[in-house]
């Protein structure tokens, strides 16, 4: 099976129903919302699956994308899409194993944009958010786009955030966290 992104290209995807490429309305929505940021941007994609949010953004002139999976067969999926997508002026990472072990290695970097899209009935909102936050990983000028179902979602309270927005697109909403100024 593939999936198509900006510029009608092409990537690949995981067999089975192990990952849950982010739809293409959804995809669209966050890059309509984030338009003109993204240029030169740093981008953490988090519970990336295929990565299709991060070659989207690599598409669109991403300087760094960096995205963690938990799946070693969607990492080798998405180190190929990403290969696939990226000029030579750009790079990418791509880190397999624990979210929260993950976000901990990358302290002391910074991103502009985090898209997060984790398995609704994961019970990872809050302890990634709150790590996120620890470690600062959120540009003092940038945001974070959650995905989440648009039922039964409790939402995350951070201190050091605020929502920004709220979009619903039939079953999947986008909620936009800040820093608080």
Request: aromatic letters at 10%; glycine letters at 8%; a negative charge.
């Amino acid at each position: 099976m593939s999936l198509r992104i900006y510029g009608n290209r092409q990537l690949k995807t995981l067999p089975g129903k192990e990952t849950r490429p982010t739809s293409a309305r959804v995809r669209q929505a966050v890059f309509n919302v984030w338009q003109g940021e993204i240029v030169g941007c740093h981008w953490l994609d988090l519970c990336a699956g295929t990565g299709s949010m991060g070659a989207e953004a690599l598409c669109r002139g991403a300087s760094l994308v960096v995205g963690i999976e938990q799946s070693s067969q969607a990492c080798a999926t998405i180190q190929q899409n990403w290969q696939q997508v990226a000029n030579t002026e750009q790079e990418f990472r791509v880190l397999w194993g624990d979210i929260i072990q993950q976000l901990k290695t990358l302290s002391g970097k910074q991103f502009d944009r985090i898209y997060f899209d984790p398995p609704y009935a994961s019970g990872l909102y809050q302890p990634v958010l709150e790590a996120i936050a620890h470690y600062q990983l959120l540009d003092s000028s940038g945001e974070i786009a959650v995905e989440h179902g648009s039922q039964g979602w409790t939402q995350p309270e951070i201190s050091a955030w605020e929502i920004c927005r709220n979009k619903v697109y039939g079953n999947t909403s986008l909620t936009f966290y800040k820093i608080l100024e």
